[in-house]
C-alpha cells in the first residue's frame, strides 16, 4: 500500500508526459530517476513507447545504465526506439564536457583530478571514490566558545557509502527540463505559458559543471551570486540545491542545511531536488547529532514522498517527533516500519520496547528488550553496544517495578565486565544498589557498590541521591554515627551548590536573551564561571539530548566560521564569504538561545532534586531522633532512576555473591563492582 501511494505523484506525472500534446522530450536521466524511485518496468516501457524520442545507445550508456539498475527490458524497450519509422530521427547529442577555466575560478590552485578521482562516497550522483577532496581543517574557535565534554564538533567529511546516480545531476548535465507542478506554477505567477519548457540556462550549466569537477569554491561563488541576483527565479530551487551540496562537500554542514531546507520547503514537485535535499538533511542530522530541523518539521512531510533511500531513517526521525509529543502510538507504528537494513533500527526496536512498558504492557517491553540484547544489527558497533546495555537495564527495571529485586539484581550484576570505563556505569552500580537494599539480608553488597561510586573513577558521575541510599543503608544496620557523618558530608557538598546552581538560573524562564547568557557564562571560553560548577554537572547536562543537540550545532557553526576565514581570500571575501559569515553569527545566536534553554530546564530539574533530597537528608535526621524507621522505609522503595532515554552503556561481571574484595583504603580499577562490606552491622536484635 505505501509503495502504491508514494508511486501516485510519480505515476500521474508519466501520465502528464503521455497524455500532454505535443509529447515532451523523454531522456536517459528521467529514465533512471523512474527506476531510482522505484516506478514498475511496465510503466518505464509505456512511457518510451508514447515518448518521440529516439534513442541510439552507446555501449557505455547500457552500462551506465546496467550500473543504475536499469533492467533487460527498459533497455531493449530504449533499443527499439531506433527503429520505429514513426519516430523524430533528430537525437539529443550528450552536452560537451564544461571548459574549465583557470584564472576565473576561485579554486584555480586546486589540482586538476583524473577521471578515477571521482565524487566522495556518498554523493547523490552516485559516483564513488576512494578519495575526498581536500578541504581546510581550520577549527579555530574565535568566538570563544569550548567543548566542556571530550566529544569533537563532526568536521563534515562526507560519507562512505555509495550512492546511485542523482537525476538532479543528470538534470543539469543533459541540460533538460523536469515537468513540474511546481515549474508550471513559477510559470504562471511569471505570466508564462505552463506548456513551455524551462530549460537550464548556460550560465548555470556551466556552474553545474564545475561542481561536476570538484570545483566547490568556484560552484559556490558563482551559484551565491545568481541567487542573491535573483536572475533566474523559475531555477531558483536547482540553484540553491547546487549550492547546498557545493557547501556540503566544503564541509559547511550548517551553511548548507541552510539551503537544503529552501529547497524542501519548495515541495517534492521539485523532484530529486527535493529527495536528494531530504537525503542530506538525514545525512547532516547524524552528523552533527542534532536532528532538530527533522524533529521539527517532519509532519510536514507527507511518508509517501520519503526518498527511498532514506526512508527509513526519516520513519525513525518521525517516530522520534511523535515519542517527544508524547503520541505513543504513531511512535510506535512509525518506528515499526524501519527494516533492519538501517542504521537506526536497533534504536527504533529500543524505543518500541520504551513505549510497551510505559503503556504497563511490562511482559512485551521485557521481550523487545531481550530481543534488543541478543539481535544482530548494521550500524556503529558503539552505538549498538550503548542500545543494548540499555535494553538490560530497563529489563532490570521492569524486575525492579515488579518488586522482584533479586532478579532486577542479577540483571544489573550483567553490566560490568563488557564496559567498565564506561562514563554511565556509575548509574548502573547506584540502579544495583537500591535492588540490593530492597533484597533481605544484602546491605553488604548495596554499600560495596556505594564504595566503588565513591572512587575517582567516577568523579564525572552526578549522582547526590548515592549518599541519601548509603546513609539509609547504614541506618538499617544501627550504624548511627556513620549515618550522621554522611548527612553531614551530603549538607556540606550540595548546599554551596544548589546555591550556586540557583544563582545561575535565569529569573524568567522565557527570557531567551537571559538563557543565552546563561550558555555564555558557562561555555564561552572567556568566562571563568563555569568553574564554579564540578566536572560531573555538566557531563549530566551533556548527556541531555534538548541540551546536545543545538550545543553541537553551536560548536559546528563555530568551525565553520573558522573554516571560512581559512579559505581562499578570492571566496572569503566576496559575497559568498561574507554572505555565509552574516548568516552563520546570526544562526550562532539563535541557538545558543536554544542551548541556554535546554540548560535552564535541565539546572533547573537538577536545583529541584537538590531540594527533594536535602529534604529527605532532613528527614532522615528525624527519624534517627524518632525511631519511626518503617514509615520512612516505606516513603523510599522506589529509587529515581535515570532517563529512559539516556546513553547508558554496561557490561557483564562476576557473580559478585563468589567474588568480593574489601576495600583496604586504596581504590584499584579491576576491583570495582566488586566491593562488599564485610563487618556486621551495630543492631542487636
Known sequence: MTRHLFLAPLAALVLLCVTAVPALALTLDDVQQMVAVGVPDNIIVSTIANSEEVFNLAAEQIIELKKSGVSDKVIEALQATAGSGGRTTETRAPEAEPVRRRSEDADTSSSRRSSADDDDDDDDDGRS???????????????????????????????????????????????????????SSRSSRSGRSESKVERTPKELKELIGRYKDKKYLGASLGLYRMLEDGKYPEQEHKIEYYLADSLYKL????????????????????????????????????????????IKTIHKINPDDYPG??????????????FERQD????????????????????????IGVIQNEQGKRAAAAKTFQSVVQGDFL????????????????????????ERFGRSADFYEKIGAQARDSEHWGTALYESAWAYFM???????????????????????????A????????????????????????????????????????????????ARDLYVDLYG??????????????????????????HNRVLQIQVELGKIKAMKPQWRDAEVGKGLTKLLDSQSKLYKKFAGAALANELGKLKDRLNDLMGQEALIRFEMVSGEYREYLEKFRNPETAETEEGVEYDFATNPDKIYWPFNGEFWQDELGYYERVEPGACTE
Do not use: M
Open 309 to 322: 533511500k532514506v526512508k527509513d531513517d526519516l520513519y525513525y526521525y518521525a517516530g522520534v517527533a511523535d
Open 379 to 402: 550500524g556503529d558497533p558503539e552505538e549498538i553496544a550503548s542500545v543494548k546495555q540499555l535494553a538490560l537495564i530497563n529489563i532490570a527495571r521492569i524486575y525492579y517495578a515488579a
Open 525 to 550: 571560553r572567556n568566562s571563568k564561571k563555569y568553574r564554579q560548577l564540578p566536572r560531573a554537572v555538566f557531563a549530566r547536562l551533556e548527556s541531555d539530548r534538548q541540551f546536545k543537540g543545538p
Open 251 to 294: 564541509g559547511l554542514l550548517h551553511s548548507a542545511q541552510y539551503y537544503f531546507q529552501k529547497v524542501i520547503k519548495e515541495g517534492p514537485e521539485t523532484g530529486a531536488f527535493f529527495s536528494n535535499s531530504l537525503a542530506r538533511l538525514v545525512r547532516i542530522a547524524d552528523k552533527t547529532k542534532d536532528p532538530i530541523y527533522l
Open 439 to 465: 533484597t533481605e539480608n544484602k546491605e553488604h553488597k548495596a554499600l560495596g557498590h556505594i564504595l566503588t561510586l565513591n572512587s575517582p573513577f567516577f568523579d564525572r558521575q552526578f549522582i547526590p541521591d
Open 328 to 351: 505513543l502510538k504513531a511512535a510506535k507504528r512509525n518506528f515499526a516500519r524501519l527494516g533492519k537494513s538501517t542504521d537506526h533500527y536497533v534504536k527504533a526496536r529500543y524505543y
Open 467 to 514: 549518599k541519601i541510599l548509603e546513609a539509609l543503608t547504614y541506618y538499617r544496620i544501627c550504624e548511627f554515627k556513620e549515618v550522621e557523618g554522611i548527612l553531614d558530608e551530603f549538607k556540606a557538598e550540595y548546599g554551596p551548590l544548589q546555591t550556586t546552581i540557583n544563582e545561575f538560573l535565569p529569573k524568567d524562564a522565557n527570557d531567551l536573551d537571559a
Open 129 to 183: 571514490s576512494s578519495s575526498r577532496s581536500s578541504r581546510s581543517s581550520s577549527s579555530s574557535d574565535d568566538d570563544g566558545y569550548s567543548r566542556r565534554s571530550s566529544r569533537d564538533a563532526d568536521s563534515g567529511d562526507d560519507d562512505s557509502s555509495s550512492r546511485r546516480r542523482s537525476s538532479a545531476d543528470s538534470d543539469a548535465e543533459e541540460g533538460t527540463s523536469r515537468r513540474s507542478s511546481s515549474r
